[in-house]
């Protein structure tokens, strides 16, 4: 069975301030993606990344594939109470088709 | 264009009762899935349709089960309810299962079992 452990689960941060939240299993993922999730909505893509090591930027957030696709990160660059929601990674697993997602962390950042 | 439609949004159910939720895929996808995610918890695969025909099932009962329609759009069937089973029910549709390029899920339809 392919897992994800995600962490942390929470988070709580001032305006500005840096974080860094991570994905990880002992599996290997085709490929990762990470979405955003606000109340009462679906969670909504903010990136895929495909490639061992591959860097994808989107504005403030940098998005990591470890290097085996067993791992990956997502970087917060000086966080904003618009940047506050779920976060939430999913792994396509080996059998196609299916998501795999960790079990999220919830990021508040206050003014 | 618009993305993911799913009704009801919301809907209160008594343990014992048959629900059923409904869902449109975006235009231009062909491929319809549905996840159940509990409050602080990832969402979870409940099983996936493609062609009218369930193509993969995640680790749930068959009191779960689905349909895909000829024009994509879908239902997903819960009978025997639980309390358990209160949940937000997500639908995700992507382009001929291309999950590499990443879901567009709808907005779920929160259900809760009384």
């Known amino acids: 069975t392919q897992l994800l452990e995600q962490s942390p689960q929470f988070l709580s941060i001032q305006e500005g301030e840096n974080l860094t939240v991570y994905c990880n299993s002992s599996?290997?993922?085709?490929?990762l993606q990470w979405y955003r999730q606000e109340p009462g909505e679906g969670p909504v893509l903010l990136v895929t990344?495909?490639?061992?090591?591959e860097v994808k930027k989107l504005k403030r957030l940098t998005f990591q594939f470890g290097d085996a696709r067993k791992d990956s990160s997502l970087h917060i660059t000086a966080a904003q109470p618009g940047d506050t929601g779920l976060y939430l990674c999913?792994?396509?697993?080996?059998?196609?088709?299916?998501?795999?997602f960790g079990q999220g962390t919830e990021l508040s950042v206050k003014p | 264009d618009a993305g993911v439609t799913q009704s009801p949004t919301h809907l209160i159910k008594t343990r014992g009762q048959q629900v059923t939720l409904r869902c449109s895929p975006k235009?231009?996808?062909?491929?319809v899935s549905w996840y159940q995610q509990a409050l602080g918890q990832g969402p979870q695969f409940i099983f996936q349709?493609?062609?009218?025909?369930?193509?993969q099932r995640g680790n749930f009962p068959d009191r779960f089960s689905g349909h895909q329609f000829p024009n994509y759009s879908s239902e997903l069937n819960v009978n025997a309810l639980l309390l358990g089973d209160s949940a937000l029910y997500l639908c995700?549709?992507?382009?001929?299962?291309?999950?590499?390029?990443?879901?567009?899920f709808g907005s779920g339809t929160r259900l809760t079992v009384v």
């Open positions: 999913a792994g396509v697993g080996n059998q196609g088709g299916k998501l795999i």
């Open positions: 349709y493609y062609e009218e025909e369930e193509r």
């Open positions: 235009s231009g996808h062909d491929t």
């Open positions: 599996s290997v993922f085709s490929s």
């Open positions: 995700a549709s992507s382009p001929g299962g291309a999950v590499t390029y990443g879901y567009t």
């Open positions: 990344v495909v490639t061992g090591g």
